[in-house]
């Protein structure tokens, strides 16, 4: 009877820090949860985010394409039209003269 005595008064101890362990383990399954739903919700964000962006770039894309069609001209020779025209620029000293006013080179 001693024994059992015994046995009872060590489990009785033993019961406090398991219940602690015990509300412990539920705090953290509790905020466990609550992290993944912000996961979730950032995820989610993040791909409203792109979404938008590459609607925003097709959009893009597709006014580039027409106005390719009005023009005739794609993105490489306009890239190239504007590169000659910066050379040009400079060539001429144009930049420099203060004005908006056109004048062909070697005119006063």
């Keep these: 009877m001693l024994r059992i005595n015994d046995i009872l008064l060590e489990i009785e101890q033993n019961l ?3 219940k602690l362990q015990t509300e412990k383990a539920k705090k953290f399954l509790d905020l ?12 989610l964000y993040n791909i ?6 590459i609607e925003e770039i097709l959009r893009d894309k597709d006014i580039f394409r027409q106005s390719e069609l009005k023009w ?5 020779q306009y890239a190239v ?5 910066e050379i040009w620029v400079k060539w001429t000293g144009f ?11 070697g005119e006063q």
Excluded: Q, V
């Design 95 to 105: 930049e420099n003269r203060g004005n908006t006013e056109f004048r062909f080179w």
């Design 72 to 76: 005739g001209i794609s993105l490489k």
């Design 48 to 53: 409203e985010g792109y979404k938008s962006k």
């Design 16 to 18: 406090e820090p398991l």
């Design 81 to 85: 039209l504007e590169r000659t025209f």
């Design 32 to 43: 466990r949860e609550e992290l993944k739903s912000i996961e979730i919700g950032l995820f």
